[in-house]
């Protein structure tokens, strides 16, 4: 028969040692010593540290919410813009409307993304949205692209886009969309490459 004794003593101030009698044989377990729960503390906070920006991801939800209020504001111009040409019938397939920015062309009540009404060419989130002055801007009678710090424009004929990224903003996939097309017109966003 077998009976524990417990015997204590202090080796060092932290550590903790317990003595069982088995037949004449002692066998000694330890537990941590300071220092070891110091350096487990330690490669814990290192690693939360770490790991955490990546379960977070918050540079992402920033971008994405960016985009989406991008859509929003798209949507609520051409709600107001589609109002104005109802109240001026310009609910017709080409018609020119008088802005405050000048006048712009319109297709069954909705701006086209390119106006071909003035010279030089209006396009849609130049005139609509007034993002203020690009640092950086190309336009021909193609296309219109410019950024506004980190934020790009791309606009052309069939489509305007406004994100994150450069050139026509496809690579990034990460912008709003708004297309105008003869068959339909709305807003689309990409958040893929956020």
Same mark, same amino acid.
């Given at each position: ?25 002692? !066998? ?34 920033? &971008?994405? *919410?960016?985009?989406?209020?991008? !859509?929003?504001s798209i949507e609520d111009a051409l709600k107001m813009v589609h109002m &104005?040409? !109802?109240? +001026?019938?310009?609910?017709? +397939? ?8 000048? *006048? ?16 030089p060419n209006l396009y849609f989130l130049e005139t609509f949205l007034q ?7 190309? &336009? ?35 912008y709003a969309e708004y297309f105008h097309t003869s068959l339909a017109q ?9």
């Open positions: 028969m077998v009976i524990p004794v417990y015997y204590t003593s202090e080796v060092n101030s932290i550590t903790i040692m317990k003595h069982y009698r088995t037949s004449d044989k002692y !066998q000694r377990l330890n537990g941590f010593t300071l220092i070891e729960l110091i350096l487990v503390i330690i490669v814990l906070g290192i690693l939360a540290v770490v790991a955490a920006p990546r379960f977070m991801d918050l540079n992402r939800d920033a &971008k994405t *919410s960016s985009v989406s209020g991008f !859509q929003g &104005k040409a !109802q109240i +001026d019938n310009g609910l017709g +397939d080409n018609v020119n409307l008088d802005t405050q920015f000048g *006048s712009y062309q319109f297709y069954r009540g909705y701006p086209e993304t390119k106006s071909e009404a003035t010279n993002l203020g002055a690009a640092d950086s801007e190309s &336009k021909n009678n193609l296309t219109r692209t410019a950024n506004y710090a980190n934020i790009g424009v791309y606009e052309d004929n069939g489509f305007s886009r406004i994100g994150y990224g450069s050139g026509n903003l496809l690579a990034g996939l990460c709305g807003v689309s966003i990409e958040t893929r490459g956020c």
